[in-house]
């Protein structure tokens, strides 16, 4: 077995781990990669890339048969569905050079393709290669959990990971999960043409605020997709060439089966107990500085438990690369952190929901509200439906709700916002060019102020005072 020293050691080729490998190779750290798999990790081969790509077909599909709004003949659409898996593969092979070993190895980075395990505080074996680093940092991702469901096992379901392979359309696809990932597949296939059926034991999406997620599945109704809530999942199996769940509520039964009822992180096979690594329920235990009960080891990512989004781990990324690199005091702050669902229409959300708000400040709470029929881009694109509300406490945004057409590229300026301490009178002073969606920031802004200004007794006297008095 051959040792080789290196400044850092990446364990994953992921979203968190590809930024962190970049970043300090190009900045004159010595830096070894390790990935198994594929580079690009969950997110480019099985999750954000390949989702939305497929969700993009959908709505081409619906677009088709729902243009009479337009002017333009409604058309069944002649749906092709091994060639939008192929439109799918397409989308991920344009990203790949991008996360590619070659790039990285042009960065300076030593990439070794094996799993990494540890066999002390400061080493990691690699196939027939001991890695000693001053720094190592787990970045190894989560995976989809398979619920222990009778039966589960003996039949032929589907994960985010395997459904990709897929090139037969289903005829009824049945999805155990109401999260963002079971609606957004659910949505997408039913546009394909589909029967879609989504079993959810509690509330489906139930993470976000209430009003705004009972607006997207009512529209996810109006569709078609048959959601069914508080209703478990206790049984499967497989009858003939069909797929038999047994609910609390009754039998569904389908020709595939979709479980997407949550993630678990990537720790296995790490021997993270002879690194003196402690790890939770939801991942590697780790401080605010991202270090975990080793202080030569960090964990970035799905993996350190602190949230599910490739955004996050690149945020990560770019927070300890400061302590690595130039031994600098570094800490993560959530609040800015955004996160979306990309249904149609999609919910996104930054910061406090409206109840976590009313719980954390009380009275001291004030909710800006302005809803999408008041948007003139939204009413031309017949897109007029749906809200914007912003939390707001002393005159600054705590957290922002959309639910709505692009909510989830609205959703950045309120990261912005959150992150840097804006005041509601900063974004209320941006302009954005008319007319567009994103006219939304700027007019629940308005909004906020607008009792103040239009509903203040001493402003109308000013003002009358004033204009009696001006040439």
Not at 72 to 83: C, R, S
Not at 99 to 107: A, I, L
Not at 156 to 179: F, K
Not at 415 to 431: D, E, P
Request: charged share 20%.
């Amino acid at each position: 077995m051959k040792s080789i020293t290196f400044d850092l050691l990446v364990i994953g080729a992921g979203s968190g781990g590809l930024s962190l490998a970049a970043g300090a190779s190009q900045m004159g750290a010595d830096v070894v990669l390790l990935e198994a798999h594929k580079m690009g990790g969950d997110c480019l081969n099985y999750g954000c890339v390949p989702s939305k790509a497929l969700l993009a077909s959908g709505h081409v599909a619906h677009a088709q048969a729902h243009g009479s709004a337009f002017g333009i003949e409604n058309h069944a659409p002649d749906v092709d569905y091994a060639a939008a898996k192929g439109h799918v593969q397409e989308v991920i092979d344009t990203i790949a050079p991008v996360d590619s070993q070659d790039r990285f190895e042009g960065f300076g980075v030593r990439v070794i393709r094996e799993t990494g395990r540890f066999v002390s505080r400061t080493e990691v074996e690699a196939g027939d290669t001991r890695i000693r680093a001053r720094r190592i940092v787990v970045a190894t991702g989560s995976s989809p959990f398979v619920p222990p469901i009778p039966g589960l096992e003996d039949v032929n379901y589907l994960t985010n990971e395997t459904l990709w392979s897929l090139t037969d359309r289903p005829d009824h696809l049945i999805v155990i999960g109401g999260g963002p990932i079971g609606m957004e597949m659910a949505q997408a296939h039913h546009r394909l043409g589909s029967k879609v059926t989504v079993l959810e034991a509690q509330d489906a999406l139930g993470r976000d605020d209430p009003e705004a997620a009972a607006y997207v599945l009512d529209h996810l109704r109006g569709e078609g997709v048959d959601v069914r809530e508080q209703t478990s999942a206790e049984a499967v199996r497989q009858q003939g060439d069909q797929i038999v769940v047994e609910t609390s509520a009754g039998p569904v039964t389908g020709s595939h089966l979709l479980v997407a009822v949550g993630r678990k992180p990537n720790t296995e096979g790490l021997n993270l107990d002879v690194a003196g690594v402690e790890t939770t329920k939801t991942g590697i235990q780790v401080g605010a500085n991202l270090r975990t009960t080793n202080p030569r080891v960090y964990a970035i990512g799905d993996v350190a438990g602190q949230g599910q989004f490739t955004h996050l781990a690149g945020y990560h990324a770019s927070v300890i690369i400061r302590s690595l690199l130039f031994a600098l005091p570094a800490k993560v702050k959530t609040a800015h952190v955004p996160r979306a669902t990309y249904t149609d229409p999609e919910i996104a959300q930054v910061g406090l929901t409206e109840a976590e708000a009313r719980s954390e400040y009380g009275g001291r709470l004030e909710v800006a509200r302005f809803d999408y029929g008041h948007n003139d881009r939204a009413i031309a694109t017949r897109r007029a439906t749906g809200f914007i509300k912003v939390m707001v406490v002393a005159g600054r945004p705590v957290g922002a709700t959309i639910a709505g057409h692009q909510a989830g590229e609205l959703i950045a300026t309120w990261s912005l916002a959150i992150a840097n301490r804006l005041k509601m009178s900063q974004i209320a002073a941006m302009i954005a060019p008319y007319p567009t969606i994103a006219e939304l920031n700027k007019r629940v802004a308005g909004a906020y102020f607008s009792p103040r200004l239009f509903e203040n007794s001493v402003i109308k006297r000013v003002v009358r005072f004033v204009q009696r008095w001006i040439p």
